[in-house]
């Protein structure tokens, strides 16, 4: 059974940070490009970060650059988002997402990936 566990949301005030995780498993992590891709209420998902599985590059949105990191850790088949310097406009369901499509060398668009994780839900407010 295919699954993208996300955890590591909450609440958190303005300025303060967080580090999601998302646990693969059911497929061959190392072949699939891993992302996340976000749904602020009452808004469509947006596609934040990826990194491809060739060569590791990363790719961000311009609303996260120089904030967020993903990184891969391909032993424990896990992607994680560390969240720095987080704004009210951030708060979102934050969902994994996997593509088998596994080379990436821009940020693609959320229609792109075929596999989905249940979503961690983050919350900036004071």
């Known amino acids: 059974e295919v699954q993208l566990q996300a955890s590591g949301g909450g609440l958190v005030q303005p300025g303060g940070s967080l580090r999601l995780s998302c646990a693969a498993s059911?497929?061959?992590?190392?072949?699939?490009?891993m992302s996340w891709v976000r749904q602020a209420p009452g808004q469509g998902r947006e596609g934040i970060s990826a990194i491809s599985t060739r060569d590791l590059r990363t790719f961000y949105a311009d609303s996260v650059k120089g904030r967020f990191t993903i990184a891969s850790d391909p032993t424990a088949a896990t992607v994680y988002l560390q969240m720095y310097s987080l704004k009210p406009e951030d708060t979102a369901i934050y969902y994994c997402a996997a593509s088998a499509h596994g080379h990436i060398i821009s940020l693609p668009p959320e229609p792109f990936y075929e596999l989905w994780g249940q979503g961690t839900q983050v919350t900036v407010s004071s």
């Open positions: 059911g497929f061959t992590f190392g072949t699939y490009a």
